[in-house]
């Protein structure tokens, strides 16, 4: 349980949070044109130019110095290019006049150390800067973003009366009891066969018996996880729509697009599931909607915003999202590509991603272990993420995607332990044999990553943070016992 302390400065954390928003929408409306003061950081480069075939005059436009971007605490200056073979796209009819396409190169991708601005003494807390004054406030770095840290919790009395906190966590403690009855009722409804011996010796081992901690939701998870792997398949994009739908971009563009809302995502502090969410939203509305490439953008920064308002406490503003792409679309361009998103998904807005099921999957993978492995969650974290960039992956579904990434993940921490059991099979519902082909798709990714000119997810990994995960040595092959079927 959270201490009072925590919980205090939780609630602080979260209250100073959202004056700083309220304070940030202000600043915007009085700074309509999005300039700050001069000697601030660069902003993020648009990608008006999603072809990325470059011109000497683009090029050159990238080493101009523009403004602060309002809610960036990172000074980033992004280059890429890929040979389509295309020449540069004219710019899109709703640029604004005074902005400058930017041309981004990946032939020779290099991406700066990002240089963080030092946090002033009488701030201590993650807020977004000020909008109207251009100063920059450095984020914690150093701040674990593990799905196992809890979302904080609310202080409902003064922390000087701990007698009455402790007497309102035992009587929630008391009223979120359940019964054995209900216990072994809901152990009949999930068919679960917990701490079963196999003739290998093998032990199923049960996941779901903290009864404590509602967040976990245990006498309800398996219905859950059932519910999400019935409806993984309503909510997932087609396979071919770049061949049969879309005309004017391929999966390179999408590569693209999507490593730079990686990029996006992880300054502006935005939890994993938002990236998950707006990949998603991405590709069910290029899967029945035809998209010029120099609207492609658009519709990321309107994704990315629909996904925030679901998944975050504190969800950027549109002016935010309007900015981080050089002002190249305006505000009412943004919101009606959000509305012509959400009409076309009939506001589906739940859907179940990898990161859904890594949760659990990585719950059962450790089974009995109370502290988790942050090595293994957060690579499995990186390995799934890496499935993002790449259009073949849409064939699998999230469930074997995530599945998938736990198997990887446990043999490059452990080559030469089998990294299926019949724990993992039981939660998974996955044979060994199932994973086969997704677990070398993602293998390919990884070995081949260091190489690639989309370097957004491996950089993002390679932070302490994260456990440095990205730079794990990654053998070559998979050996092909470890694909045997388990018996049941």
């Given at each position: 349980m959270m201490t009072t302390q925590n919980r205090r400065s939780s609630v602080s954390s979260a209250v100073a949070k959202r004056q700083a928003m309220a304070a940030n929408s202000s600043g915007l409306e009085n700074?309509?044109?999005?300039?700050?003061?001069?000697?601030?950081?660069?902003?993020?480069?648009?990608?008006?130019?999603?072809?990325?075939?470059?011109t000497a005059s683009a090029r050159n436009s990238i080493s101009h110095s523009s403004k602060l971007a309002p809610c960036t605490s990172k000074i980033v200056s992004i280059k890429k290019n890929i040979s389509s073979g295309t020449a540069v796209l004219p710019a899109s009819s709703s640029v604004r006049p005074s902005s400058k396409p930017v041309s981004?190169?990946?032939?020779?991708?290099?991406?700066?150390k990002i240089t963080a601005i030092p946090l002033p003494a009488t701030?201590?807390?993650?807020?977004?800067?000020?909008?109207?004054?251009?100063?920059?406030?450095?984020?914690?770095?150093?701040?674990?973003?593990?799905?196992?840290?809890?979302?904080?919790?609310?202080?409902?009395?003064?922390?000087?009366?701990?007698?009455?906190?402790?007497?309102?966590?035992?009587?929630?403690?008391?009223?979120?009891?359940?019964?054995?009855?209900?216990?072994?009722?809901a152990a009949d409804i999930c068919k679960r066969d917990v701490l079963v011996d196999l003739e290998s010796g093998d032990k199923i081992v049960n996941i779901d018996n903290n009864l404590v901690d509602p967040q976990l939701c245990a006498t309800m998870a398996c219905d859950i996880y059932t519910h999400l792997r019935a409806s993984e398949a309503k909510k997932r994009p087609s396979t071919d729509f770049?061949?049969?739908?879309?005309?004017?971009?391929?999966?390179?563009?999408?590569a693209i697009l999507i490593d730079w809302l990686v990029e996006v995502a992880e300054e502006y502090r935005l939890v994993p599931d938002t990236l998950h969410l707006t990949i998603n939203y991405i590709d069910r509305y290029l899967s029945g909607n035809l998209m010029d490439r120099q609207r492609l953008q658009l519709l990321g920064v309107a994704c990315m915003m629909i996904a925030s308002k679901y998944e975050e406490i504190c969800a950027p503003q549109v002016e935010e999202f309007c900015y981080?792409?050089?002002?190249?679309?305006?505000?009412?361009?943004?919101?009606?590509?959000?509305?012509?998103?959400?009409?076309?998904?009939?506001?589906?807005?739940?859907?179940?991603?990898?990161?859904?099921?890594?949760?659990?999957?990585?719950?059962?993978?450790?089974?009995?272990?109370?502290?988790?492995?942050?090595?293994?969650?957060?690579?499995?974290?990186y390995i799934a993420e890496l499935s993002l960039l790449e259009y073949n992956m849409l064939c699998y579904a999230p469930s074997l995607i995530a599945a998938?990434?736990?198997?990887?993940?446990?043999?490059?921490?452990?080559?030469?332990?089998?990294?299926?059991?019949?724990?993992?099979?039981?939660?998974?519902?996955?044979?060994?044999?199932?994973?086969?082909?997704?677990?070398?798709?993602?293998?390919s990714l990884c070995c081949n990553n260091n190489n690639s000119s989309l370097p957004a997810v491996r950089e993002k990994y390679s932070q302490h943070k994260y456990k440095f995960v990205a730079k794990k040595y990654c053998p070559p092959t998979v050996p092909v016992e470890f694909f045997q079927n388990i018996s049941s």
């Open positions: 700074n309509q044109t999005g300039k700050l003061n001069a000697g601030a950081a660069k902003k993020r480069p648009a990608l008006s130019n999603i072809s990325n075939h470059t981004i190169q990946r032939s020779d991708a290099v991406v700066p701030c201590s807390m993650d807020i977004s800067p000020s909008h109207s004054d251009g100063s920059l406030i450095s984020m914690d770095e150093s701040i674990s973003t593990s799905d196992t840290v809890r979302s904080p919790e609310v202080e409902y009395i003064d922390d000087l009366e701990s007698a009455a906190v402790d007497s309102i966590e035992k009587k929630a403690c008391s009223t979120l009891y359940i019964s054995e009855h209900i216990k072994a009722a770049m061949a049969k739908v879309q005309k004017d971009i391929n999966p390179s563009m999408r981080i792409t050089d002002n190249t679309y305006f505000k009412e361009e943004v919101l009606q590509m959000e509305s012509a998103v959400l009409n076309y998904l009939k506001f589906e807005m739940t859907a179940p991603t990898a990161k859904c099921f890594l949760r659990r999957f990585v719950r059962a993978a450790q089974g009995l272990n109370e502290v988790l492995s942050l090595q293994l969650e957060h690579l499995a974290s998938s990434a736990i198997f990887l993940a446990k043999y490059i921490l452990l080559p030469s332990v089998k990294p299926w059991n019949s724990t993992l099979r039981h939660y998974t519902l996955y044979q060994p044999s199932d994973l086969r082909d997704c677990v070398m798709a993602l293998h």
